[in-house]
């Protein structure tokens, strides 16, 4: 990268560090990473390992998209590719979302039950009714004390390019200075009163069947929600295909299902969603 690009970012992330404890703090942030990779929409939250993500910002326009955003925060993070790579110990850095997606995402129907419907020519094969059309995902990493972790989430048109291999390298040259404008600009929505409380229903995740299905089927379960193939869980848990079909069949069996949206219908109601 030159200099005389390097040097385009200085005015408006000095800006943004100015800005971090001020109403427009989130519009100037914005604006500095704008200023390294175009992006359409973005949505920020903080995740932690005990309980529920905190909501930061959103850009996000239209009722359906806001309530997508809303089901997220309250409960379907819990199946959300991010937020699991983050406890399996993802490192702070840039991502794209389908490079941290399981090979069945879509299959979970987690955005079946978030209004979202299925096109072949999208990035993951699904579009959220009032986003626009033909999004790809870019994640923002970024480590935060106690453990803790925010993510911004970038979308982008993919007819207008989505994110190229040189905004990408743009995005992890400028990560630091993005992250460090992040914590200064969290640490000072913490301390306000109205910053969202997390619900820490994570345990409603590891309780989910928990009367009614052995320990494997749960794991099965668990598995078929968050969008493994069989091969997947088969893989993960070191079992035999059959075996995973096997146990697939007895948990629907036992809580009284016959296909992949009902169970995932019955996951949402245990969360009171």
Known sequence: MTETVAASWIAPF???????????????????????????????????????????????????????????????????????????????????????????YLDSDLYRGLDIRRHEDEELGYRTHGWPEGMEELLIAMDLPGGEMAEISLSRIRSEGGFDEASIARLREAH???????????????????????????????????????????????????????????????ISIATVKTHRQKLYAKLNLSTQQELFSTFLRSLNL
Do not use: C
């Open 14 to 104: 000095a800006h943004a560090l100015d800005r971090y404890d001020q109403p427009d703090s989130v519009s100037a942030l914005l604006a500095a990473i704008g200023s390294v990779a175009r992006f359409h929409v973005a949505l920020s939250v903080v995740h932690r390992k005990n309980g529920g993500p905190s909501y930061v910002f959103d850009t996000f326009s239209g009722p359906r998209a806001k309530r997508a955003v809303q089901l997220f925060i309250a409960g379907t993070y819990l199946l959300n590719p991010f937020y699991n790579a983050y406890l399996a110990g993802l490192p702070a850095g840039i991502y794209l979302m389908r490079d941290l997606a399981p090979d069945q």
């Open 176 to 238: 630091p200075m993005i992250a460090a404008i992040f914590r200064r600009l969290w640490a000072h929505l913490s301390r306000s009163e109205n910053t969202p409380q997390a619900r820490p229903i994570d345990h409603l995740f590891s309780d989910f069947g928990r009367d009614l299905l052995s320990p494997r089927e749960r794991e099965v379960a668990l598995l078929i929600l968050k969008g493994h193939s069989s091969e997947s869980i088969s893989y993960h848990l070191g």
